[in-house]
């Protein structure tokens, strides 16, 4: 399965522009670059995703690079309620990773007043 | 319901005993997907089903472990001889269908806490 690498933690204060990195330079050209977060004590939640172009939905944007080998999840105003753990996962057509999204640790971003 | 739902939200078991959580997916959505993640830890993929295709068991840490998705809808996991070491929060998520494009929908969990 291609990997991805994430920052183990990052800090923001509030109202401020939040980038959040993921290199992953084993993608395959079918794999969708997807994002989710996990508040505290809930499930994750979907954030965004992505092939090739970058994306904008009402909750974030997500930068994709031209190689497609890294990504970046930008929360354009930080609020305390961003304050989750942000996975960046691979989901592609084919192999082991058809079907089901592998989690890594992902990042944990904590936000300041 | 709206949302993937989870039942029961905790469970307090004796070691040794067995336990059955449920997941109820959103209506319509073909795939099923059960996760574990243990305190402090990210998420753990155990097993996901796909329509009528066979399931894919290969996160299933041991024999002690099953799960059945009856009439394509709700799923049960179910957990024999429980060891503490199988205490954790237990995930459930579905998906219109398992495309690369597809979004999962999560539940709250269930947390299980074996004495």
């Known amino acids: 399965d291609a990997k991805t690498t994430q920052p183990n933690s990052m800090e923001s204060n509030e109202e401020e522009p939040v980038h959040l990195p993921c290199n992953h330079s084993t993608i395959s050209g079918t794999d969708y670059i997807h994002w989710y977060r996990q508040l505290p004590s809930q499930g994750p939640e979907y954030v965004i995703h992505g092939l090739t172009s970058n994306v904008n939905n009402r909750m974030a944007s997500l930068a994709i690079a031209e190689d497609r080998k890294s990504s970046t999840l930008i929360l354009h105003r930080a609020t305390l309620r961003d304050a989750a753990v942000y996975y960046c996962?691979?989901?592609?057509?084919?192999?082991?990773?058809?079907?089901?999204?592998?989690f890594g640790q992902g990042t944990i971003l904590t936000v300041h007043p | 319901g709206a949302g993937v739902s989870q039942s029961p939200s905790n469970k307090v078991t004796e070691k040794g005993k067995d336990v059955e959580l449920r997941c109820d997916p959103i209506s319509g959505h073909t795939a099923l997907y059960w996760y574990r993640q243990s305190l402090g830890q990210g998420l753990e993929f155990l097993i996901y089903f796909q329509g009528n295709s066979a399931p894919d068991k290969s996160g299933l840490p041991s024999d002690r472990f099953s799960a059945e998705r009856t009439g394509g809808s709700v799923s049960t996991l179910t957990i024999q001889r429980t060891q503490q070491e199988d205490s954790a929060v237990y995930l459930c998520?579905?998906?219109?269908?398992?495309?690369?494009?597809?979004?999962?929908?999560f539940g709250s969990g269930t947390q299980l806490s074996v004495l």
């Open positions: 996962i691979l989901r592609g057509l084919g192999g082991t990773s058809y079907g089901k999204l592998t």
């Open positions: 998520a579905s998906s219109l269908a398992r495309q690369p494009n597809e979004k999962l929908f």
